[in-house]
């Protein structure tokens, strides 16, 4: 595993920022660590980094135990924070020089950096004159320099505009084929753009912990069917996939199915079977956006 937590608890006071949280992260995997903002992400991100100390629970970074080798785990992990700490009046090239420094690796790995972050035709220039865009790249370069195994991610899109976030997401998806990365967000849909799997965190707890594949397959819709007379709950429990009924008033009827499948054909099927009018028929998905919201409300 390039990442194990179990039974991570971290407290400030009488707030309880992380309560018993236990995951697994595979080698290559891209993982979203998805959750409002105040529910315990950034707090998780600076305990596996080893900036804040957990009050209960283990937790290791390939293989390494964030207490006990805490500077082997700092080794394994590139990580960018959700306030990225720039020097505006350094150039780029000196930035990532004094950064391959700290981490005593040799100087032409900066050049490497440079291109896989598609920093080149900026590279000239001192960080305070570049976009947000482009200065979230000079911070991946600085955390991909010492070619670490596993990137942290903190909230990497903040404040972009869309152009910059689809670059940013584009080169997160890159750096993926390569690395195992833990992205932190508060959007459903970073999390679906770049993400192979998603942890729900909510008040600390973990809520959800899966492929989005099954996340999809979880989803469901709603129809809104007016008839032409008052039809038996009973009945239109007999649609397939159906999982409730409700008469929201007069011939109106709410079914929720338990599948992403277009229902409205076979709801007008019904409808014809059974000699029935339909007045009115539409159709809303309960989307990741709203699984997202039901869990964390």
Do not use: W
């Amino acid at each position: 595993m390039s990442i194990t937590v179990q039974n991570i608890t971290k407290t400030f006071g009488s707030q309880k920022a992380l309560d018993n949280v236990s995951f697994t992260i595979d080698k290559g995997e891209v993982v979203g660590f998805l959750g409002p903002n105040g529910a315990g992400k950034s707090t998780m991100m600076r305990v596996l980094t080893t900036y804040y100390k957990a009050d209960s629970g283990e937790a290791s970074v390939n293989g390494f135990d964030v207490l006990d080798a805490a500077k082997d785990v700092q080794k394994s992990i590139g990580y960018l924070p959700e306030h990225n700490p720039l020097y505006l009046e350094m150039y780029v090239r000196e930035y990532l020089a004094f950064n391959a420094d700290v981490y005593r690796v040799d100087k032409s790995k900066i050049y490497d950096v440079i291109e896989q972050t598609g920093l080149s035709p900026e590279s000239h220039k001192k960080i305070g004159q570049l976009s947000k865009g482009y200065r979230q790249r000079v911070g991946l370069a600085a955390a991909l320099l010492h070619d670490p195994e596993v990137l942290i991610l903190d909230e990497p899109t903040t404040g972009l505009d869309p152009n910059q976030l689809i670059e940013i997401r584009k080169l997160i998806r890159e750096i993926g084929k390569e690395k195992t990365i833990l992205l932190s967000t508060h959007i459903m849909k970073e999390v679906e753009a770049v993400c192979d799997r998603v942890i729900i965190i909510n008040k600390g707890r973990l809520v959800a912990d899966k492929k989005l594949e099954e996340l999809r397959e979880a989803e469901e819709q709603i129809i809104e069917v007016e008839f032409d007379y008052r039809v038996e709950e009973q009945l239109l429990h007999q649609l397939p996939n159906v999982s409730k009924v409700k008469n929201t008033g007069g011939f109106v009827y709410e079914l929720t199915f338990s599948t992403s499948k277009d229902m409205r054909p076979a709801v007008f099927d019904f409808a014809h079977d059974n000699r029935l009018k339909t007045l009115q028929l539409s159709r809303k998905n309960k989307n990741l956006e709203s699984l997202f919201t039901e869990l964390t409300s």
